[in-house]
């Protein structure tokens, strides 16, 4: 029962940001010239392929997020001697150091279970992240004209919502692989 609380709660939210987003933008730049999503600064994406791109990406995610909470099956048929050892058997199933993990991983597929369980651990949060910053910037600038989030908006674009989902996205990465850890430490 738990389990389907939380599913419901987090893809609850994310639907809703996608829609708040999707309802601002069109409030505030129903034309799109002011809108800063690459799908139409640097794609030329219209509305329609707006709604199908995040049709297809709440439907990406809630895939990937019901497989972390109703799938979760982990093998840890593994040894590993630290955090950094545990990361690369957990993707890799190789004894290595992290910078060479780091390197790994850059040309090459992790455990595809593995990787589909810190998919789903991750990208609902972070998609959640970007939709209310999305939001909050539409009102901050349009609604209440803030000119220190005009400033500080306009500094970082068109890279804020690249900075926020790297940056997110590695908080919550890092966050999922230490709780697999503590899970592996304890079995």
């Known amino acids: 029962m738990k389990k389907i609380i939380i599913f419901s709660l987090f893809i609850f939210t994310l639907i809703l940001t996608r829609l708040l987003d999707i309802y601002v933008t069109y409030l505030y730049?129903?034309?799109?010239?002011?809108?800063a999503n690459p799908l139409v600064t640097i794609f030329g994406f219209g509305w329609a392929g707006i709604i199908i791109v995040q049709f297809v990406?709440?439907?990406?995610?809630t895939y990937f997020f019901y497989n972390y909470i109703f799938n979760n099956v982990r093998n840890y048929?593994?040894?590993?001697n630290s955090f950094n050892n545990f990361c690369a058997m957990y993707f890799y199933s190789k004894d290595m150091k992290m910078n060479k993990f780091v390197l790994y991983s850059l040309y090459k597929l992790p455990n595809w279970a593995a990787?589909?369980?810190?998919l789903g651990f991750s990208l609902i949060k972070t998609l959640i992240i970007i939709g209310v910053f999305a939001i909050f910037s539409w009102v901050m600038i349009e609604t209440f004209e803030s000119e220190w989030f005009i400033v500080f908006y306009n500094i970082l674009f068109p890279y804020h919502y690249l900075i926020i989902l790297f940056f997110s996205?590695?908080?919550f990465m890092f966050q999922f692989?230490?709780?697999?850890?503590?899970?592996?430490?304890?079995r």
Request: net charge positive.
């Open 29 to 35: 730049s129903n034309n799109l010239e002011k809108e």
């Open 57 to 61: 990406i709440v439907t990406t995610v």
């Open 77 to 80: 048929e593994f040894k590993a």
């Open 115 to 118: 990787f589909k369980l810190l």
């Open 169 to 171: 996205y590695y908080i």
């Open 177 to 186: 692989l230490y709780k697999e850890y503590k899970l592996y430490l304890v």
